[in-house]
């Protein structure tokens, strides 16, 4: 009895990184099969199988030499239940016979005759876990029990006459992989001149075997005596040359010619085998480990595109740079959420050290962190690179210059190269969160980004309070020129942390106690505010031109919903409440005049309200609006009076 080798299929990890990839971005939750490319080797010839290689070859159908390859469908199930379903015996039964009555129909079609590769196919049902990375997968190619009682004839001496060289270079000059060698003319013909043959014994029939055991013919060479037998039905035998690029043989192969009534019958379709068992991979240590969390992290993401948001521009996130001045609880926690959120490179410029009090608040520092004294920047810095490899997270150990807290002419020449540094930082950013922990230091950065149109975020919080604000983009003559309207108003239009002020930042840590320097606040209050910070510029980036987003209260306006200009909560009620704010010309941090002093003077400039203050409010005429207010007389009456006495 002549037996034949069957396929066992060998998944290189390649292969799998391909399916995470594809299924990830492109196929999502669609289920229908998908084509592929198993690929044979001629050139293994110590093994005890015939290989059907999966590769990230098997998704590129230019990649794999024709000759070389096995065309076939991955089905690639969404749940390890559907899986399960299909891995019922019924159901492989149904697919096995599914798949052999296609095979078989090419062969009485003679369809097989102009595309032999028509005898060879293969079905893959697949599930993949690509959270935990588990891979399950079962392979089937269908070889055909047709015609019965196939028995061979090792013909060990010569391949009919035929050179072995010559018949492969042939296979890989055609890309054929089934064709006829004549023993009387020692000529190679097309297969499809078998059709016209009449004596078997005029013609051996080349078949390229991946067979790797020396006197078993694989897989595929049953399916071509399956299509020879049905197509001269009188013969009882044949010639097949088992090509391979060392070790080819010769074999007759014999069958008793007794097709019954039912084979002939038009429903026929002959019985088959060919599933392979089931592979179950976990592949959690094979991927690079660092290559693993920016995958899942993307892989939470990429989710959303597959039902809530399939439209979300992502790389968005992914290509930002994002500075974030202080690396306290706000600054940590914003950082925190960025990342979730895929993006990966992130600046903190702090100038100051961890605090035996930071860690329980600051999602990024912990207790050796304060032990060692080391700079907030650094820690948070240091944190997320060691959560996510692959995170590009700088540090800077930088003082922010702030109005009112004066300075002497030693520390000048600091100062100068602290500016240029800021100004730097800021220009080389896409975004600069605001997370500092006083007015005046917000006065510097809110300054810089006007000047250099950035997506400004400050983020402050009380006691039981937070706002965030997005400060209005560029300078105000950038505005456009239709008038705001209540629900929505144009990004350049919006105030800045400082619009609503009449008075100029000063030093608000002297002559403070303790509980007034420091934010004394409930614990909810940083991660919820840095949420919403977070939450906030996610919106903001999916808005066409993320520059021109104006601030709207409209769920509709991007794919993240609404676009608010301020977010401001109130914890002892949970009551949010989103105002927009219309700028001020006249503010002591974004109006046009400080951006002209700033443009004319620079640090200098900078020197100056340091050591004055007052010097915003000549600059902006905020002195000469204060002294008019002040010289409004207003007359109570008596009556009306409820001052307490
Ligand atoms: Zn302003």
Redesign the pocket.
Same mark, same amino acid.
């Given at each position: 009895m002549a037996t034949f080798l069957p396929f066992t299929t060998r998944i290189e990890l390649p292969f799998w990184k391909a399916v995470n990839e594809t299924k990830l971005h492109e196929w999502k939750l669609d289920e229908s099969p998908k084509p592929i490319l198993g690929q044979l080797s001629y050139s293994e010839i110590t093994g005890k199988e015939c290989s059907l290689l999966m590769t990230y070859k098997s998704f590129n159908t230019n990649e794999i030499p024709k000759q070389e390859s096995i065309s076939g469908f991955m089905h690639l199930y969404n749940t390890a239940e559907s899986f399960k379903a299909a891995m019922t015996a019924e159901s492989k039964k149904k697919i096995l016979e599914d798949e052999t009555a296609k095979i078989w129909h090419s062969i009485t079609s003679h369809a097989w005759l102009k595309n032999p590769e028509l005898l060879s196919k293969f079905f893959m049902i697949t599930f993949v876990d690509l959270k935990k990375f588990k891979y399950f997968s079962i392979t089937c190619v269908p070889g055909l029990y047709f015609p019965s009682e196939i028995q061979q004839e090792i013909n060990k001496d010569d391949l009919y006459g035929a050179d072995p060289k010559t018949l492969f270079s042939h296979m890989a000059e055609t890309s054929s992989t089934v064709f006829l060698y004549c023993r009387k003319s020692a000529t190679i013909l097309d297969v499809s001149h078998l059709e016209s043959v009449n004596n078997p014994d005029d013609f051996a029939i080349v078949v390229a075997d991946p067979s790797t055991v020396s006197y078993t013919a694989g897989w595929p060479v049953r399916n071509v005596l399956a299509a020879v037998a049905q197509l001269h039905s009188s013969w009882n035998h044949c010639h097949v040359i088992s090509l391979r690029s060392t070790g080819s043989i010769g074999i007759k192969f014999m069958w008793t010619n007794n097709i019954s009534s039912q084979e002939k019958s038009l429903n026929f379709v002959p019985k088959s085998a060919g599933w392979d068992k089931i592979y179950n991979v976990d592949l959690r240590k094979e991927f690079d480990p660092v290559l693993q969390v920016d995958n899942a992290v993307n892989l939470n993401n990429a989710l959303m595109k597959w039902r809530q948001v399939p439209d979300i521009r992502l790389e968005r996130y992914s290509k930002l740079k994002v500075l974030i001045l202080g690396a306290g609880t706000i600054g940590c926690n914003v950082a925190r959420g960025l990342i979730a959120w895929g993006v990966s490179h992130i600046t903190f410029v702090d100038n100051s050290t961890v605090s035996y009090s930071n860690p329980v608040r600051q999602s990024l520092s912990e207790f050796e962190d304060a032990k060692n004294d080391r700079g907030k920047a650094e820690t948070a810095a240091k944190a997320l690179i060691r959560i996510n490899p692959n995170t590009k997270a700088e540090a800077h150990m930088l003082t922010v210059p702030m109005p009112g807290h004066t300075i002497d002419k030693s520390a000048e020449a600091q100062l100068e190269k602290d500016v240029q540094k800021l100004e730097q930082l800021v220009m080389e950013h896409d975004v600069v969160y605001l997370a500092l922990d006083s007015r005046e230091a917000r006065w510097l950065p809110?300054v810089l980004a006007t000047k250099h149109r950035k997506i400004a975020i400050s983020v402050a919080i009380g006691f039981d309070t937070f706002v965030v604000i997005r400060?209005?983009i560029g300078s105000r003559s950038d505005s456009l020129s239709h008038e705001a309207i209540a629900e929505s108003m144009p990004y350049s239009h919006l105030?800045?942390? =400082?619009?609503s002020d009449v008075t100029a930042p000063g030093n608000s840590t002297a002559d403070r106690t303790l509980d007034q320097q420091c934010t004394v606040t409930r614990a909810g209050m940083s991660p919820h505010a840095s949420a919403a910070a977070t939450e906030l510029l996610a919106a903001i980036l999916q808005y066409p031109d993320p520059l021109m987003c104006p601030a709207s209260v409209d769920e509709n306006t991007t794919m993240l919903g609404a676009t608010p200009h301020q977010i401001r909560y109130f914890a002892n009620r949970y009551q949010m409440i989103l105002p927009i704010v219309k700028? =001020?010309e006249r503010?002591?941090?974004?109006?046009d005049a400080i951006a002209k002093q700033y443009q004319q003077h620079g640090w200098k400039f900078v020197l100056d309200v340091m050591n004055s203050p007052s010097r915003l409010e000549q600059v902006t005429g905020l002195d000469a609006l204060q002294e008019s207010v002040n010289a409004i007389d207003i007359e109570f009456d008596e009556d009306e009076d409820t001052t307490d006495e």
């Amino acid at each position: 009895m002549a037996t034949f080798l069957p396929f066992t299929t060998r998944i290189e990890l390649p292969f799998w990184k391909a399916v995470n990839e594809t299924k990830l971005h492109e196929w999502k939750l669609d289920e229908s099969p998908k084509p592929i490319l198993g690929q044979l080797s001629y050139s293994e010839i110590t093994g005890k199988e015939c290989s059907l290689l999966m590769t990230y070859k098997s998704f590129n159908t230019n990649e794999i030499p024709k000759q070389e390859s096995i065309s076939g469908f991955m089905h690639l199930y969404n749940t390890a239940e559907s899986f399960k379903a299909a891995m019922t015996a019924e159901s492989k039964k149904k697919i096995l016979e599914d798949e052999t009555a296609k095979i078989w129909h090419s062969i009485t079609s003679h369809a097989w005759l102009k595309n032999p590769e028509l005898l060879s196919k293969f079905f893959m049902i697949t599930f993949v876990d690509l959270k935990k990375f588990k891979y399950f997968s079962i392979t089937c190619v269908p070889g055909l029990y047709f015609p019965s009682e196939i028995q061979q004839e090792i013909n060990k001496d010569d391949l009919y006459g035929a050179d072995p060289k010559t018949l492969f270079s042939h296979m890989a000059e055609t890309s054929s992989t089934v064709f006829l060698y004549c023993r009387k003319s020692a000529t190679i013909l097309d297969v499809s001149h078998l059709e016209s043959v009449n004596n078997p014994d005029d013609f051996a029939i080349v078949v390229a075997d991946p067979s790797t055991v020396s006197y078993t013919a694989g897989w595929p060479v049953r399916n071509v005596l399956a299509a020879v037998a049905q197509l001269h039905s009188s013969w009882n035998h044949c010639h097949v040359i088992s090509l391979r690029s060392t070790g080819s043989i010769g074999i007759k192969f014999m069958w008793t010619n007794n097709i019954s009534s039912q084979e002939k019958s038009l429903n026929f379709v002959p019985k088959s085998a060919g599933w392979d068992k089931i592979y179950n991979v976990d592949l959690r240590k094979e991927f690079d480990p660092v290559l693993q969390v920016d995958n899942a992290v993307n892989l939470n993401n990429a989710l959303m595109k597959w039902r809530q948001v399939p439209d979300i521009r992502l790389e968005r996130y992914s290509k930002l740079k994002v500075l974030i001045l202080g690396a306290g609880t706000i600054g940590c926690n914003v950082a925190r959420g960025l990342i979730a959120w895929g993006v990966s490179h992130i600046t903190f410029v702090d100038n100051s050290t961890v605090s035996y009090s930071n860690p329980v608040r600051q999602s990024l520092s912990e207790f050796e962190d304060a032990k060692n004294d080391r700079g907030k920047a650094e820690t948070a810095a240091k944190a997320l690179i060691r959560i996510n490899p692959n995170t590009k997270a700088e540090a800077h150990m930088l003082t922010v210059p702030m109005p009112g807290h004066t300075i002497d002419k030693s520390a000048e020449a600091q100062l100068e190269k602290d500016v240029q540094k800021l100004e730097q930082l800021v220009m080389e950013h896409d975004v600069v969160y605001l997370a500092l922990d006083s007015r005046e230091a917000r006065w510097l950065p809110t300054v810089l980004a006007t000047k250099h149109r950035k997506i400004a975020i400050s983020v402050a919080i009380g006691f039981d309070t937070f706002v965030v604000i997005r400060h209005g983009i560029g300078s105000r003559s950038d505005s456009l020129s239709h008038e705001a309207i209540a629900e929505s108003m144009p990004y350049s239009h919006l105030s800045c942390y =400082f619009c609503s002020d009449v008075t100029a930042p000063g030093n608000s840590t002297a002559d403070r106690t303790l509980d007034q320097q420091c934010t004394v606040t409930r614990a909810g209050m940083s991660p919820h505010a840095s949420a919403a910070a977070t939450e906030l510029l996610a919106a903001i980036l999916q808005y066409p031109d993320p520059l021109m987003c104006p601030a709207s209260v409209d769920e509709n306006t991007t794919m993240l919903g609404a676009t608010p200009h301020q977010i401001r909560y109130f914890a002892n009620r949970y009551q949010m409440i989103l105002p927009i704010v219309k700028r =001020f010309e006249r503010c002591v941090a974004c109006g046009d005049a400080i951006a002209k002093q700033y443009q004319q003077h620079g640090w200098k400039f900078v020197l100056d309200v340091m050591n004055s203050p007052s010097r915003l409010e000549q600059v902006t005429g905020l002195d000469a609006l204060q002294e008019s207010v002040n010289a409004i007389d207003i007359e109570f009456d008596e009556d009306e009076d409820t001052t307490d006495e």
